[in-house]
T-cell receptor, first 113, second 109 residues
Framework: ETGVTQTPRHLVMGMTNKKSLKCEQH?????MYWYKQSAKKPLELMFV???????ENNSVPSRFSPECPNSSHLFLHLHTLQPEDSALYLC????????????FGEGSRLTVL | GQNIDQPTEMTATEGAIVQINCTYQ??????LFWYQQHAGEAPTFLSY??LDGLEEKGRFSSFLSRSKGYSYLLLKELQMKDSASYLC??????????WGAGTKLIIKP
C-alpha cells in the first residue's frame, strides 16, 4: 500500500469510447503526476500538477485530458484513443514538484482495440 | 539529448550478489534515484545519491560517480523476492526526472 490508489486497474476500450482514469493520494502531497509505461521503454512523463495547477504537459496529444480538482485527486480523461496508446498508466505523488521521491499507484492497464 | 542506459535483463542466483549499472548523460545533475518495481505493482523508491560514494541500506547499496556519469545498485544475499525491475532515474538541471528503461532482474534458486 503506497498511499496512492488508482482505478480502474484494467480498462479495455474502443477507439471511439470516452473513459476516465482516477487517482487519489492519501499522503498530503502537493504534486501529482501521470506517467505512461510501455514495455521496455522508460517512463514517459505526461502531466504534472503542483498545488492543483498544471505545470507540465510533455507534448501529450489532446486525446488525453487531465483534471485536478484538488491536491488529492487526479483524473485522466480519454477520448478517441489509438491502439498505440495501450500501456500502463501510472499516477504518482510527491511532497513537491521538484522532489525525486515519488509515490506511485499500481497503475491502470489500458488496452485500446 | 538526455539519456539513461541500464542493462535490459540480468540473471542471478539466490544468495549471491548482483550489481546493476546505470550510466547517464543529462543536462545538469540534481541527484540519482533507484526504484524497484515488481511485476504488476507500483514502482517503489529504493535509494537516492547526490554526492559521490556509496549509500548503504540493509542488503541494498547504491554508488555514484558524478565525474563518470555512473551509478550502480548492489544487491547482496539475493532472495527470490528481489526478482523485479530496477529503474534508474536522474534529476536534471530543471529538477525533471529522466528515467532509464529499467533492468529486469531474474533470481534463480
Amino acid at each position: 500500500e503506497t498511499g496512492v490508489t488508482q482505478t480502474p486497474r484494467h480498462l479495455v476500450m474502443g477507439m471511439t469510447n470516452k473513459k476516465s482514469l482516477k487517482c487519489e493520494q492519501h499522503l498530503g502531497h502537493n504534486a501529482m503526476y501521470w506517467y505512461k509505461q510501455s514495455a521496455k521503454k522508460p517512463l514517459e512523463l505526461m502531466f504534472v500538477y503542483n498545488f492543483k495547477e498544471q505545470t507540465e504537459n510533455n507534448s501529450v496529444p489532446s486525446r488525453f485530458s487531465p483534471e485536478c480538482p484538488n491536491s488529492s485527486h487526479l483524473f485522466l480523461h480519454l477520448h478517441t484513443l489509438q491502439p498505440e496508446d495501450s500501456a500502463l498508466y501510472l499516477c504518482a505523488s510527491s511532497q513537491g514538484a521538484d522532489t525525486g521521491e515519488l509515490f506511485f499507484g499500481e497503475g491502470s492497464r489500458l488496452t485500446v482495440l | 539529448g538526455q539519456n539513461i542506459d541500464q542493462p535490459t535483463e540480468m540473471t542471478a542466483t539466490e544468495g549471491a550478489i548482483v550489481q546493476i549499472n546505470c550510466t547517464y548523460q543529462t543536462s545538469g545533475f540534481n541527484g540519482l534515484f533507484w526504484y524497484q518495481q515488481h511485476a504488476g505493482e507500483a514502482p517503489t523508491f529504493l535509494s537516492y545519491n547526490v554526492l559521490d560514494g556509496l549509500e548503504e541500506k540493509g542488503r541494498f547499496s547504491s554508488f555514484l560517480s558524478r565525474s563518470k556519469g555512473y551509478s550502480y545498485l548492489l544487491l547482496k544475499e539475493l532472495q527470490m523476492k528481489d526478482s523485479a525491475s530496477y529503474l534508474c532515474a536522474v534529476r536534471d538541471q530543471n529538477y525533471q526526472l529522466i528515467w532509464g528503461a529499467g533492468t529486469k532482474l531474474i533470481i534463480k534458486p
